[in-house]
């Protein structure tokens, strides 16, 4: 009786936390720290597996995180060529996402129906269809979404003239490149955005009307009522809009497909978890470096 | 003053701030025109960038074969033919599969709202010790690409014990592979198909929830227990829908898990999409690429639409949802 005394109300509650957490506790535990270490010993690992379903494991120390980096045919240049692509991409999907927010936040005939198509991408996430959107838009001739080669050949226009001309008139070769390269993957560009939208969608709503008041009283231009307004109020959710880019591009990411190639076809289980080691670690260090600089940068309302 | 006076010099104002903003008189108007126009443009290409790859699909799905080698046919067949639409319907056993898949996707559905909003609650009401590290935890499994725990989570389904009780009566521990029941405990315990997200999402709603409501209901003589379940779960409408649409079309579109635990093709349905193609090739002997991708165009239709269905049913409730569940902030 005297130990149930003495616990006091916020102790109770403090169990009663405890408890409403407990599942996800348990499963954390099981599935995701008892996995993570256990691939790191994969991967440290050389993995023989059994007949029955078990395996052996002998330790050779870094001897897989070596073949990867070293030997392995085309581990390197995907796990660059991801990291590029992501790069690359995070500053326009932002922009973009942030942009269509803004349109489809202004008031217009049709707004709920256009609403609609903005998020179906979403709807189409799947591998399998996926697969063959990208087929089926390939196919599409003279769609904006058809390739800048494939376009040459379909239309007979020569885009390399045009490349010549931009080249011409002094802009940087990188420039014009990283321009052409969103074009052609606009489709995916535009259908990686669609969370983002809703994100941003929902973060101006989110603002206060009273502020906008403030700035047309006060005269302010729509420009400046943008950048003193609008983008401060967003701020926050630019971090948290690059950080699900990040996260989504890599879970359908080539590195991935290897990974698992490596490790249900070739069976070569110690490989395949130091590749997940590998990019997870370079996955993690992006985001800590993202978030670090944006962050500096972001205006907290509250 | 009364209120009506305010209401009537408060529009005044507006109206002069908004002559401010777009310059009265005609240059003002050409201006919105303007800018009406250059939106127009935008939403369209957007729209178009977007619908044009499911119009595509949507209108292959009605070509013969004859049609695939006319290079007069653009987006309207010469002669529409039901031929893909009944190969997908035999070689998907469309009613059958997606009987399976709704009733998967419906049930981890449930399973999904039930244990991230008792998660999510737990995080946002009460206080105990390491609170902070461990929903930093939560982000970590948000931000984690799933790919670094695919092994060990294969391995550890392929001989599935708790604490050898399993392996004492039967002799040997159980497979759990090549069906659901890996998903389902995986998603029990709140770490399922993106369950973080969602635990993030509760999390906030139920913080953004004023605490009266509860005081009120601790004084009345309710347990946390009944609290939240009668009293913050209904409170949550809009977090709820908001989890359940997104988790029913992400698990519905889900390949990673379902092939990594080999889940049966005859239960999931875009697994099954996957393997059409040579199944049609092989079943139904049409050996030409460009014909047996017919009938996956025909597939992907019949596979979009349960989603589609349900996503516009929700829609309404989804968007608004989003804007109120606290995503944001």
């Known amino acids: 009786m005297k130990r149930k005394i003495r616990f006091t109300l916020s102790q109770k509650r403090a169990v009663t936390g405890l408890l409403f957490i407990m599942p996800w506790l348990i499963g954390f535990l099981v599935y995701y720290v008892r996995s993570l270490v256990l691939n790191v010993r994969f991967s440290l690992s050389k993995i023989e597996i059994m007949k029955i379903g078990g395996y052996r494991a002998t330790y050779i120390g870094l001897q897989n995180y070596r073949y990867a980096l070293l030997e392995h045919a085309t581990f390197n240049q995907i796990l660059v060529n991801s990291i590029r692509d992501v790069l690359i991409d995070i500053p326009f999907i932002i922009f973009f996402s942030l942009f269509m927010a803004i349109l489809l936040n202004t008031k217009f005939k049709g707004r709920g129906i256009v609403r609609i198509i903005f998020f179906l991408p979403i709807l189409l996430g799947s591998g399998a269809v996926l697969e063959s959107l990208e087929q089926a838009t390939r196919n599409i001739t003279g769609g904006a979404s058809a390739t800048i080669a494939e376009l040459s050949k379909t239309n007979q226009i020569n885009i390399d003239y045009f490349l010549y001309i931009f080249e011409d008139l002094g802009l940087p070769v990188a420039l014009v490149d990283y321009i052409t390269g969103l074009v052609a993957r606009i489709f995916e560009i535009v259908r990686a955005s669609s969370v983002q939208i809703i994100i941003f969608l929902a973060a101006l709503q989110s603002i206060p009307r009273s502020l906008y008041e403030c700035a047309k009283i006060e005269g302010a231009t729509a420009y400046e009522t943008f950048w003193k307004i609008t983008f401060p109020m967003v701020s926050p959710l630019i971090l948290t809009n690059v950080v699900y880019t990040i996260v989504d591009f890599f879970v359908n990411s080539e590195v991935v497909d290897l990974a698992y190639e490596v490790a249900f076809t070739n069976y070569d289980y110690g490989l395949s978890a130091a590749m997940s080691t590998l990019s997870t670690a370079v996955v993690c260090l992006i985001l800590v470096i993202v978030s670090a600089l944006i962050s500096r940068k972001t205006f907290y309302y509250n | ?329």
């Not at chain 2, 408060?10 to 050409?30: C, L, M, P, Q, W």
């Not at chain 2, 067949?77 to 070689?91: D, G, H, I, Q, S």
């Open chain 2, 1 to 329: 003053m009364n209120a009506r006076n305010v209401m009537v010099y408060y529009r005044k104002i507006n109206e002069k701030a908004h002559d401010v903003t777009f310059r009265s008189g005609a240059f003002g108007r050409v201006k919105l025109v303007l800018f009406s126009v250059f939106r127009a443009v935008i939403i369209i290409g957007m729209s178009y960038i977007i619908l044009g790859p499911v119009i595509n699909i949507v209108s292959n799905s009605f070509f013969s074969g004859s049609d695939v080698y006319n290079p007069s046919v653009f987006m309207i067949p010469l002669n529409p033919t039901l031929e893909n639409y009944r190969r997908a319907f035999v070689r998907l056993d469309y009613f059958r599969t997606l009987g399976y898949t709704l009733v998967y996707i419906v049930t981890i559905t449930l399973i999904q709202i039930f244990v991230c909003s008792m998660v999510g609650y737990g995080f946002a009401r009460f206080d105990f010790p390491l609170k902070k590290l461990l929903f930093g935890c939560v982000i970590v499994t948000i931000v984690l690409p799933a790919h670094v725990i695919m092994l060990p989570l294969y391995q550890h389904f392929r001989k599935w014990d708790v604490l050898g009780i399993i392996e004492a009566v039967t002799g040997e521990a159980a497979n759990l592979l090549s069906s659901e029941t890996p998903m389902y405990l995986m998603t029990l315990f709140g770490t399922g198909l993106r369950s973080g997200l969602f635990i993030y999402i509760f999390r906030q709603f139920f913080r953004g929830l004023p605490k009266e409501i509860e005081e009120a209901a601790f004084i009345d003589g309710a347990g946390p227990w009944y609290t939240y379940f009668a009293i913050m779960l209904a409170n949550a409408m809009p977090a709820v829908i908001t989890v359940a649409v997104f988790s029913m079309v992400w698990q519905y579109n889900d390949m990673f898990y379902a092939r990594l635990f080999s889940m049966p093709t005859s239960h999931i349905l875009t697994f099954r999409l996957s393997t059409l193609q040579a199944t049609v090739e092989f079943a139904d002997q049409v050996k030409d690429p460009l014909i047996s991708q017919l009938a996956v165009y025909a597939g992907i239709t019949l596979v979009l639409l349960p989603i589609l269905f349900i996503y516009f049913t929700l829609q309404k409730y989804f968007v608004e949802g989003i804007e109120r569940s606290g995503i944001v902030g």
